[in-house]
């Protein structure tokens, strides 16, 4: 006899929140939204235990359009509300939703604390490479060059890369997606939704009124079988529409090598997501167009002590030695008086 099927409790349509949509038509956040709203119709999490706290851009509106508990923060703080809402609540489900302008500007020091502590919180980086709210300003990871309304003669500033800050901050959980690939980016929501400690997942997404089309030369459908290499857990890193090109080491550095399909891999470089040391993460993230193939997957995932949990235990241990008197504190001995 076979086992019954389990019925999850929820569908897409339970995370729909009913809201008007505000995003222009065309815009990537519809399928970041769409793909959020289907993973997490795969957990039987309750619905009412998910939060979803954001900052300021387009991305940001996403609490309107989840059918959860949410906030939309001040500019940049989106993170620093997520960690005091992890550590007061450990039942909850948390995702920061921010952007290229909002989380590596402005709030760039947020964001680097929370990925140090290990904070049990998920952050999307939604990254079109623009400022699409204020209207096309250049952003921390528009490219050099990048003629905008505000970088008139073009950008002289160096791109920040997303995932190197995340590597750097030593997240335990680092991912890139892409809005165009829906099954993709809802494995990796999936994984980050199951990490235990801090998931920073960066979604490469097409603005089409400010930044059409940025990230074509890699992801376009003409282009994308020989300029995007696709990461999994223990194989090699093969690419090319007929899956014939891999990355080695020569030295410290990679290249590209033809590859037979079912041949010897043992001078190919293995992906390995679960390695502690941050070179190995950080070493794919230089990976760019043209000169190489762009990774996208699980760059990282590895388990070290959550922030909120050693918080915890550090109050339960101080807590041994007898709970504290508020009012015997402010009117105790160790007072002082500030003279005129």
Same mark, same amino acid.
């Given at each position: 006899m076979?086992?019954?099927?389990?019925?999850?409790p929820y569908t897409k349509?339970?995370?729909v929140s009913?809201?008007?949509v @505000?995003?222009c038509?065309?815009?990537g956040?519809?399928?970041i939204?769409a793909t959020?709203?289907r993973?997490?119709?795969k957990f039987?999490?309750?619905?009412?235990k998910y939060?979803?706290?954001?900052? %300021?851009?387009?991305?940001?509106?996403?609490p309107? *359009?989840?059918? !959860?508990?949410?906030f939309?923060?001040?500019?940049?703080r989106a993170? &620093? %509300?997520?960690t005091g809402?992890?550590?007061?609540?450990p039942? =909850?489900?948390?995702w920061v %939703?921010t952007?290229?302008g909002?989380?590596l500007?402005?709030g760039?020091?947020?964001l680097i604390?929370?990925?140090?502590?290990?904070?049990?919180?998920?952050i999307l =980086?939604?990254n079109n490479?623009?400022y699409?709210?204020t209207?096309?300003? *250049?952003?921390? !990871?528009?490219?050099?060059g990048?003629i905008?309304?505000?970088?008139p003669y073009g !950008?002289?500033?160096? $791109?920040?890369n997303?995932?190197?800050v995340a590597?750097?901050?030593?997240a335990?959980?680092?991912?890139r997606?892409?809005?165009t690939?829906? &099954?993709?980016m809802?494995y990796i929501?999936?994984r980050?939704?199951k990490?235990?400690?801090?998931?920073?997942?960066e979604?490469?997404?097409n603005?089409l009124?400010f930044?059409?089309?940025?990230?074509?030369?890699?992801?376009?459908?003409? !282009? @994308?079988?020989?300029?995007?290499?696709?990461l999994?857990?223990g194989q090699?890193?093969?690419?090319?529409?007929k899956k014939d090109?891999? %990355?080695r080491?020569?030295?410290?550095y990679?290249?590209?090598v033809?590859?037979t399909?079912?041949?010897d &891999?043992k001078d190919l470089?293995i992906?390995?997501e679960?390695?502690?040391?941050?070179?190995?993460a *950080?070493?794919?993230t230089?990976?760019?167009h043209?000169?190489? $193939? +762009? $990774?996208?997957?699980?760059f @990282?995932?590895?388990?070290?002590?959550?922030?909120?949990?050693? =918080?915890?235990?550090?109050i339960r241990q101080a807590?041994?030695?007898?709970?504290?008197d508020?009012?015997?504190?402010i009117?105790?001995p160790? &007072?002082?008086k +500030?003279?005129s």
């Open positions: 076979s086992e019954a099927v389990l019925k999850l349509e339970d995370f009913g809201q008007e @505000r995003w038509p065309g815009c956040d519809y399928s939204l959020m709203q993973t997490l119709s039987d999490l309750p619905i009412e939060v979803f706290v954001s900052g %300021i851009g387009c991305s940001s509106r996403f309107y *359009y989840m059918n !959860t508990y949410g939309h923060t001040i500019h940049g993170p &620093t %509300i997520a809402l992890r550590c007061v609540n039942e =909850l489900s948390i %939703i952007g290229d909002d989380g500007s402005i760039g020091n947020h604390h929370c990925m140090r502590r290990n904070v049990d919180i998920n =980086l939604v490479r623009i699409g709210l209207k096309g300003q *250049y952003s921390p !990871t528009s490219e050099k990048k905008t309304k505000s970088s !950008t002289i500033e160096q $791109p920040i997303a995932l190197c590597i750097a901050s030593e335990t959980f680092i991912a997606t892409l809005d690939d829906p &099954t993709h809802s929501l999936e980050a939704a990490h235990k400690g801090v998931s920073f997942v979604i490469y997404q603005c009124i930044n059409d089309k940025a990230f074509v030369p890699v992801t376009g459908r003409e !282009t @994308r079988e020989d300029r995007m290499v696709y999994k857990d090699p890193l093969v690419f090319g529409k090109k891999a %990355i080491l020569k030295g410290l990679p290249e590209e033809n590859y399909a079912g041949g &891999t470089l992906h390995n679960k390695d502690e040391n941050p070179h190995y *950080y070493f794919l230089q990976m760019e043209p000169e190489m $193939p +762009v $990774p996208f997957g699980v @990282r995932a590895i388990e070290k002590p959550t922030y909120d949990e050693m =918080l915890d235990e550090q807590q041994v030695k007898g709970k504290g508020l009012k015997s504190l009117y105790g160790n &007072t002082w +500030v003279g």
